[in-house]
């Protein structure tokens, strides 16, 4: 019996690796069109590759591109927004995240909500489309040829416009607020 209950309890999901979109359930392991089916089209995608190249001999290598995206979920202000990242079109991570959803951005782009550590989604959240947005567009290289990893450093910087005419500069790496500069 004791046996029986243990292995139900290894069995059963785990709530952090799962999303409930309409009483429905999506997993890690599920694809993305089972994502859409489940929970409708995300209001933001963020996609980036990583380049990894295997050495198959003395003069040859594999080289491959393994692509990411993060889709971010909006189900209303009673919820928090919800991320889930993909790889290469299957789930393979779920995160609930500190920003509860909004139906509208804030006016000006700034104030308490405004901090570090936000994702990309969460700041699109509170401060819609940025009038600019600049890629650095810079890969850190790991390993040695013929077995090296190129991965982007998803360096930005995104542009707000104040009231004043100056601009808010977001810092961004790996999609996630790293500084807040006025210019």
């Known amino acids: 019996m004791l046996t029986s209950m243990l292995a139900l309890l290894f069995m059963a999901p785990d709530p952090s690796a799962t999303l409930r979109c309409d009483g429905r359930l999506v997993a890690v392991d599920d694809r993305d ?28 290598a594999l080289v491959r ?47 308490g909500e405004l901090r570090r550590g936000l994702s990309s989604g969460e700041l699109l959240r509170l401060c819609g489309e940025p009038v600019q947005r600049e890629d650095l567009d810079e890969a850190l290289r790991l390993g040695q040829p013929p077995d090296e990893n190129w991965i982007p450093t998803r360096r930005e910087r995104w542009f707000y416009r104040l009231p004043n005419g100056r601009l808010s500069v977001m810092s961004m790496q790996h999609g996630v607020l790293q500084r807040i500069d006025i210019e």
Do not use: K, M
């Open 33 to 60: 069109f089972q994502l859409i089916e489940t929970c409708g089209e995300p209001f933001h995608i963020e996609r980036w590759a990583e380049v990894i190249s295997q050495g198959i001999g003395p003069d040859s």
């Open 65 to 111: 591109q393994v692509v990411y995206e993060d889709w971010f979920f909006d189900f209303g202000s009673n919820r928090f927004l919800q991320r889930v990242r993909l790889r290469e079109g299957g789930v393979v991570r779920i995160d609930s995240l500190r920003l509860r959803g909004r139906s509208q951005p804030l006016p000006v782009c700034r104030g």
